[in-house]
């Protein structure tokens, strides 16, 4: 880590000498200037934490740089030194932006701790700024769990659209939580105290779905025997979630197509349309584009519904998100099942965020409410995991032991009598371990990341296969 950039101003030669002298010796990089003005042209050419200004300067004064300072470089800490220690001045400089000031003569103490004191609050205000960030991207999206990078992206576009009235198509395999991000996305919209309606494009049998959709009049078709409103017409002034629209039959795109332009539905035998006014969001786990050119899609209905395209990630795009998704649903249904009693060992994490997940977050969670439900006793451990999940470790062993890059299955796998043994899988993933450290300069969190695997499991494997530090840095310098 760099160590923090500290500007010292000062016009007395003698004072800036002793002040860098005692600033040195706690490593800080410094910079000094005589004046106010020459203070400003070191500001303009590169970021400072921290800058220790006299009051009493020639030209422009202490103040008026403070004040510069803080207009300018609002994330620049300012402390101020006056030999004139009056309550006035000290007021004057915490009004305009100062941290805090110190007195001349100043001791060496009184500064080093003040000098402390005033990056630690810097690095605070960076902290709370960076949570409050992450906060404001994901308000209105409490139910999508998880701070990846890539969700965080995902759920910045879905926020930047919630505030209007575009149609927006989501993307993502089948569990991600396309219909909580279209939820999320109502909820941050001026439409959020209107009905969001949601129509299952493939649950919903073809014959029925036109009507479901739209909805029919009186003496429509045998068995009408009353006016129906749809769906679309039942979420008038709301939001209309469309899932799995991949699903829906070509005769009835035409409908939405309609939908979309003209905001209108024609029920069932009526003669007809009725205008509605709705905003129309869509899902689907399929290839669209694709879907277009084998005639199975509309063309005009998929530009129509790609004006803001989002894609969720899936759940191996995100494995930082597993643990805190294992511990949500574990909370969550401890409380369901009445089970608060139940603890969960870390063998069990282990194994979770090692497994690739096909079916996604949905998957998880049916996994967790299983071992959760069917666990007795008080502790979930390793013998409780599902049976598409590692079986448990052998006694004494950590949990990751038996589990190769990426997904675990059998170490020492036992040939069929017709077959030969492909590959010693030991020797096979240490020399994979290897090539990446040495692909990734002996750094042990990009490797992890290159393996997919987590720098815990990594660490583990290292010293299972007795690689040592000693050969990772000779890695790192073309040994």
């Not at 300072?69 to 006035?88: C, S």
């Not at 003496?219 to 991949?246: P, Q, R």
């Not at 369901?336 to 603890?343: C, E, H, N, Q």
């Not at 170490?411 to 899988?425: A, G, I, Q």
Request: proline share 5%; charged share 25%.
């Amino acid at each position: 880590m760099k160590p923090e950039r500290i500007l010292i101003v000062e016009d007395d030669d003698a004072l800036l000498r002793i002040t860098r002298l005692q600033l040195e010796r706690e490593g800080y990089e410094l910079s000094s200037a005589a004046s106010a003005e020459e203070a400003i042209l070191l500001l303009n050419k590169g970021p400072y934490h921290l800058v220790i200004a006299d009051l009493n300067l020639p030209g422009i004064s202490g103040i008026d740089l403070l004040k510069v300072i803080r207009l300018e470089h609002p994330e620049t800490i300012v402390v101020v030194m006056t030999a004139y220690a009056t309550v006035q001045t000290a007021v004057e400089s915490m009004k305009c932006g100062a941290y805090d000031y110190l007195t001349k003569p100043i001791h060496a103490f009184d500064l080093k701790m003040l000098v402390q004191r005033s990056l630690e609050h810097q690095k605070l205000l960076h902290e709370v700024e960076a949570l409050r960030s992450t906060l404001d991207r994901k308000q209105g999206f409490d139910e999508i769990i998880g701070s990846s990078a890539v969700l965080l992206q995902t759920l910045d576009i879905a926020a930047q659209v919630a505030a209007t009235d575009v149609t927006v198509l989501i993307c993502g395999e089948t569990g991600t939580g396309k219909e909580l991000v279209a939820r999320a996305i109502h909820s941050r919209s001026t439409r959020r105290t209107r009905p969001f309606v949601t129509v299952n494009c493939g649950a919903i049998p073809r014959e029925l779905l036109e009507s479901e959709l739209f909805g029919y009049v009186k003496g429509a078709f045998t068995g009408a025997l009353s006016h129906k409103k749809g769906k679309i017409e039942a979420a008038d002034g709301g939001t209309v979630f469309l899932d799995e629209i991949g699903e829906m039959p070509l005769e009835l795109q035409t409908h939405i197509l309609r939908l979309i332009q003209e905001r209108e539905v024609e029920k069932i035998g009526a003669s007809t349309a009725t205008k509605v006014d709705v905003r129309i969001l869509a899902a689907t786990h399929r290839d669209l584009a694709s879907m277009v050119r084998q005639g199975l899609f509309r063309e005009d209905l998929y530009y129509r519904l790609l004006v803001v395209p989002i894609r969720i990630p899936a759940l191996r795009e995100r494995p930082g998100d597993i643990e805190k998704l294992v511990q949500h649903f574990f909370v969550k249904f401890r409380a369901k099942y009445g089970r608060v009693d139940l603890s969960m060992k870390p063998e069990v994490i282990h194994y979770l965020c090692e497994f690739p997940w096909p079916g996604n977050v949905r998957q998880l969670e049916n996994a967790m409410e299983r071992m959760v439900l069917l666990t007795r006793g008080q502790e979930l451990t390793a013998t409780n995991l599902p049976d598409f999940l590692v079986p448990a470790a052998p006694s004494g062993s950590p949990p990751a032991s038996s589990a190769p890059l990426p997904v675990p299955v059998s170490e020492n796998p036992t040939p069929r009598p017709s077959e030969e043994p492909v590959v010693n899988l030991r020797a096979f993933e240490k020399n994979m371990i290897l090539h990446a450290l040495k692909q990734c300069a002996g750094n042990q969190t990009i490797t992890a990341g290159q393996l997919g695997i987590s720098r815990r499991t990594l660490a583990y494997r290292l010293k299972k296969y007795g690689i040592e530090v000693d050969t990772l840095k000779a890695m790192k310098h073309g040994a």
